[in-house]
């Protein structure tokens, strides 16, 4: 079965500053999709950033961008120019190319600091 | 105004009692999903369903109840063999046969036992 695993819990950054959140998966499989969901304090779950497993490009959105390095099975995301609305939980998600289920991380709580 | 509501946004429950959770969507998106979210933790998929008169089990489905009646609705019922149902519930959508797999999230239903 796939997994996903966040190994921090929690976060902090100054505003401004720059910061990165990692997730690792597992899966036997070539070909899915990856995802970034912020989850702020109304806690209305918001898509942040997608990546297709056969790209080798990383994806980017504005201040967001991911560093996927498929072999190590790594999916880490990068917001630069931290504001106070980033702050939030953000969860890694994971999907196969049929897409019938997504697996999600535990969550990181991140706090931008003033 | 197209977009999934859930409700209520809080809800009750006392020992014994059935509660329904409302999900309604005019994305005309095949796809349904309940997910369930504990304080500090990722999201659990209770169930889903791809098509109307059809749905699966998801990993935690035991005392919990759908149906899939319309495409635009998904209610959920919380059962009294559920022990533990205080915990935050999502409804999402997801287009089907899309290269666009992403999961389109509710605003959620907050479920707590008296």
């Known amino acids: 079965a796939q997994t996903v695993t966040q190994s921090q819990p929690e976060m902090s950054v100054q505003e401004a500053e720059t910061v990165t959140l990692s997730c690792t998966y597992d899966t036997s499989e070539s070909d899915y999709y990856l995802f970034w969901y912020k989850q702020p304090p109304s806690r209305q779950m918001i898509l942040v950033i997608r990546?297709?497993?056969?790209?080798?490009q990383n994806a980017t959105e504005n201040r967001f961008s991911v560093n996927f390095q498929k072999a190590a099975k790594s999916f880490s995301l990068k917001i630069s120019d931290s504001q106070l609305g980033d702050a939030a939980m953000y969860f890694c998600?994971?999907?196969?190319?049929?897409?019938?289920?997504?697996?999600f991380g535990p969550g990181t709580r991140l706090s931008v600091l003033p | 105004d197209g977009g999934i509501t859930q409700s209520p946004k809080y809800l009750f429950r006392k020992e014994g009692q059935n509660v329904t959770l409302s999900c309604e969507q005019n994305?005309?998106?095949?796809?349904m999903y309940w997910y369930r979210q504990d304080p500090g933790q990722g999201l659990r998929l209770i169930y889903y369903s791809q098509i109307v008169n059809d749905f699966q089990k998801g990993d935690i489905a035991e005392g919990y109840s759908v149906s899939r009646e319309k495409k635009e609705s998904f209610p959920l019922t919380v059962t009294s063999a559920q022990k533990n149902p205080t915990a935050f519930y999502l409804c999402a959508t997801q287009l089907r046969g899309a290269t666009n797999e992403k999961l389109f999230f509710g605003s959620g239903t907050q479920l707590s036992v008296l």
């Open positions: 990546q297709e497993a056969y790209k080798q």
């Open positions: 998600a994971y999907t196969s190319n049929y897409g019938q289920n997504f697996v």
């Open positions: 994305l005309n998106h095949d796809a």
